[in-house]
């Protein structure tokens, strides 16, 4: 999402003006949060209390990593999350 | 904004488009004539399932063997696209429906409408993709079209309880995990960093020891390349010792030398041979009276066949007379014997005078060829003489030369003192070499000794090499670590923040936004304020006439809950908006005339958004906008 839709309140906005003295950290945030949106959007990785659950905080977590470079975590080698959509549907 | 809608194969829909303006738009038609069948096509298009269908099976035309809806809207972005999306039954299938999908912009240039894939499925594009560009281009995510977007009567009102989703379309959620999980993160980084003074600090020791390293390296190869030089100087020594080219030259002279003793002997052998023979004036003196004489005994050959006749009548008269024959064999006639024996006696006489002046020329010339043969050896012996002085010269001459400069001594002299200093000179050598030999063999030791520390000092460089790149690894990798862990704190740390504020704020303005809505709806202004709980998101409203707050959902009766519910879904749409569109399925139901015809007239005016489709099945009086009517015939 471009900020010119961003609303004044807007987290990424907020997010942005947070981290004022960090601006290289500014986008990693942003695709951050709405990778968090994402995964929160699917029910199927909702915990019944509403939070994401352990393979969604996986896969956030591969990804925060993967946004912020560094060394790679022997656990990260390991895992084999799928995320991928599968567009076919049984009935 | 929706421009067109095309549905085929979807629920009753056999195959039939619409075309929407913006603005309000009052889609009505009789019961089950597919009026909220349109909405659920366009939540299909956008989020490929529908809340409350099982599957995409149970949307499917019984007639039909795939669905397919394609949506042309106007996104936030001012841009125009075409999202379509079908699922079908692959050949030979019962059951199972295969799902494509396909965004397109379309561009308008010098009138005609190009299309420009932007995502596909058919180009291996997935789901995740498509939901985060409509999210980017429409604003609208499963749980905003849910909450927001989409609203459908009878759920209309069940929001005033509040609603767990809320937390997540509010971004209050995901800052809150995104929060969480930065905190793990940077944690799980911070234990790893924990090991990394002790790193540093052997890093340090391995730098410290491999400088050590380096220097005594450098001193022990420096010692080696002076051991080195003084190998090559002591290799050059003991080559110079083993040069007798001298040798070679003595050898020379002193077979120059035999040479010229072997022709010495030669002369004197012939010499000898010469001083032994006869006088030549004497041979050629006899040679020439030997000579002569022959010539003499030439001139009387006739005294010699006189001799020899002279002999073998004697040898006959001698015979006949002691024969005592006294008559001639020839003739007959008698012999006188007296007389014969007188004529004996002369014969014998004339022999013996003839015989004393005789001479012998074959021993004249026997001994003629033997004088001419000693003449002739003489003369041979004398040339064979000259010979060998001439040879003798020719050797000294050679010998001579090869003899060194300045000597002049006798031959057998000069090749005694050169022997003789050059014995000396071959013991000095040998004992040079002895010396030379004692040092190099000192020298290759030390050599020897010197390499192998020098190989063991690399090896342990190496080993300290490997140790140092392995810490630096590991040192830097931790460094890293430690960076992210504090990017992943700051980052933490500001999510936490966005968290708290998003709660702060979102229950207090969407109170306040509810509020403006609902006056703007609500024929009577019956509410003095209204407040939602920021933990459950549930409503509390004042009436003015009581002045007490309660919650909506027990104060109010069914309409008035359903125009609140309303206007939170619609401050929903204020806050996370803007959206191209929102669809309110049956707004109206449960709400006397005067509250529906106000509500209908006054929506559009809210200016939430820049299309608003709006289903009801309820008469409809001059209220502004477009109208489409559902006939519930499939075209």
Avoid at chain 2, 505 to 521: K, N, Q
Wanted: proline share 2%.
């Amino acid at each position: 999402m471009s900020d010119d839709h961003l609303p004044a309140h807007g987290p990424r906005e907020v997010l942005a003006r947070l981290l004022e003295a960090r601006p290289d950290l500014v986008e990693v945030a942003g695709s951050l949060f709405d990778y968090a949106q994402y995964l929160l959007d699917d029910d199927q990785r909702l915990t019944k209390s509403g939070a994401l659950d352990g393979q969604g905080r996986e896969l956030f977590k591969k990804r925060a990593l993967e946004l912020l470079g560094g060394p790679e975590r022997k656990d990260d080698q390991d895992e084999d999350l799928d995320d991928e959509e599968d567009d076919e549907v049984d009935e | 904004m929706i421009s067109r809608l095309r549905v085929k194969g979807f629920r009753r829909y056999v195959d039939q488009s619409f075309d929407f303006a913006p603005g309000i738009t009052f889609i009505d038609g009789r019961n089950n004539a597919g009026k909220t069948t349109l909405f659920l096509a366009i939540e299909y298009a956008l989020t490929g399932t529908v809340t409350g269908a099982r599957s995409q099976a149970a949307l499917l035309n019984p007639d039909a063997k795939g669905l397919g809806v394609e949506l042309v809207f106007t996104g936030r972005d001012g841009r125009t696209y075409k999202l379509q999306r079908v699922h079908q039954l692959p050949p030979r299938a019962k059951s199972r429906l295969i799902g494509h999908f396909t965004l397109k912009e379309l561009v308008t240039r010098e009138g005609t409408v190009e299309e420009r894939y932007v995502l596909s499925s058919d180009f291996q594009d997935h789901e995740e993709a498509l939901a985060k560009k409509l999210a980017d281009i429409t604003g609208i995510s499963r749980r905003v079209l849910d909450l927001a977007v989409h609203i459908r009567q009878g759920e209309i009102a069940s929001i005033l309880e509040g609603d767990p989703r809320l937390d997540i379309a509010l971004g209050i959620t995901a800052a809150g995990t995104s929060n969480e999980e930065m905190r793990a993160l940077a944690l799980e980084d911070e234990r790893a960093v924990e090991s990394l003074p002790a790193l540093e600090a052997s890093l340090q020791h391995v730098e410290k020891a491999r400088g050590t390293a380096s220097t005594d390296e450098a001193g022990l190869t420096s010692k080696l390349d002076a051991l080195k030089k003084e190998a090559a100087t002591l290799d050059a020594a003991l080559a110079k010792a083993d040069d007798d080219s001298e040798a070679e030259a003595l050898e020379a002279f002193t077979a120059a030398v035999d040479e010229w003793r072997t022709a010495r002997d030669d002369l004197s052998r012939e010499e000898a041979a010469l001083a032994e023979s006869p006088d030549a004036d004497a041979l050629e003196k006899e040679v020439s009276t030997l000579t002569a004489a022959l010539k003499v005994a030439e001139t009387k050959k006739g005294e010699t066949e006189l001799r020899f006749d002279l002999k073998a009548r004697i040898r006959r008269r001698e015979t006949l007379i002691a024969a005592g024959v006294t008559t001639c064999e020839s003739c007959g006639s008698s012999i006188d014997v007296t007389r014969a024996k007188a004529e004996l006696v002369t014969w014998k006489s004339d022999l013996a005078t003839l015989e004393a002046t005789a001479v012998d020329e074959g021993a004249l010339k026997t001994e003629l060829a033997e004088k001419q043969a000693e003449l002739k050896s003489l003369t041979q012996l004398r040339k064979a003489v000259d010979g060998a002085k001439k040879a003798l010269a020719a050797a000294e001459k050679a010998a001579r030369a090869l003899a060194p400069k300045g000597d002049t001594g006798p031959l057998e002299d000069l090749e005694t003192t050169w022997q003789e200093r050059h014995e000396k000179q071959q013991l000095e050598r040998a004992a040079t070499r002895a010396r030379t030999e004692t040092k190099r063999e000192a020298v290759a030791t030390t050599l020897e000794e010197l390499e192998a520390r020098i190989e063991e000092e690399r090896s342990r460089s190496g080993e300290l090499d490997r140790e140092h790149a392995r810490l630096i690894d590991e040192v830097e990798n931790l460094r890293r670590c430690r960076r992210r862990a504090d990017d992943l704190r700051i980052l933490a740390t500001a999510f936490k923040t966005l968290q708290e504020e998003l709660r702060t704020r979102a229950a207090t303005e969407l109170a306040e936004s509810m509020h403006t809505i609902h006056r703007a709806l609500s024929v009577d202004d019956e509410l003095s304020a209204i407040s939602i709980d920021a933990a459950r998101y549930q409503v509390l409203v004042t009436p003015k006439a009581t002045g007490q707050e309660l919650p909506a959902s027990l104060s109010q009766g069914g309409g008035h809950r359903l125009l609140l519910g309303l206007a939170f879904r619609l401050a929903l749409v204020k806050r996370l908006g803007p959206f191209p569109f929102v669809l309110l399925d049956e707004p109206t139901y449960g709400l006397d005339e005067r509250h529906r015809t106000a509500l209908l007239q006054r929506i559009s005016g809210l200016g939430l958004c820049d299309q608003l489709l709006l289903i009801t099945h309820q008469a409809m009086g001059d209220e502004n906008g477009a109208r489409i009517h559902v006939e519930g015939t499939a075209a």
